[in-house]
């Protein structure tokens, strides 16, 4: 069973940065990061493949948040600059075993940390 464990989260103002990290103790392919608000669905964050060659960012994130990947030591990272109160939400890292052919989708991962707290005040 792969684990992926998160660190970093934390209470900031507005315009503040955090970093994310997140490990995981077995092999994923494609990994990144999904956001949930109270009463939301998992919204996407940022993706990043394997060996980091490709990445992604939502349009609400582009600018401010800058995925990483260390490989192959299976760490990624989300470097959070810029810090809107609307950022505020539990931060899951997310992990695929091959085959994601819609990087955008929550269901198409097949592991998930077990989340961490953001929260942005004004």
């Known amino acids: 069973q792969v684990r992926l464990i998160e660190s970093g989260g934390g209470s900031v103002q507005t315009g503040g940065s955090l970093r994310l990290s997140c490990t995981t103790s077995g092999i994923t392919y494609t990994m990144g990061w999904f956001r949930q608000s109270r009463g939301k669905e998992p919204e996407f964050v940022a993706a990043i493949t394997r060996k980091g060659s490709s990445s992604w960012h939502a349009d609400s994130v582009k600018g401010r948040f800058t995925i990483s990947r260390e490989y192959p030591e299976n760490t990624i990272y989300l470097q959070m600059n810029s810090l809107k109160p609307e950022d505020t939400a539990v931060y899951y890292c997310?992990?695929?075993?091959?085959?994601?052919?819609?990087?955008?989708?929550?269901?198409?991962?097949?592991?998930w940390g077990q989340g961490t707290q953001v929260t942005v005040s004004s």
């Open positions: 997310v992990g695929d075993s091959g085959g994601n052919d819609n990087i955008y989708a929550a269901r198409n991962y097949d592991y």
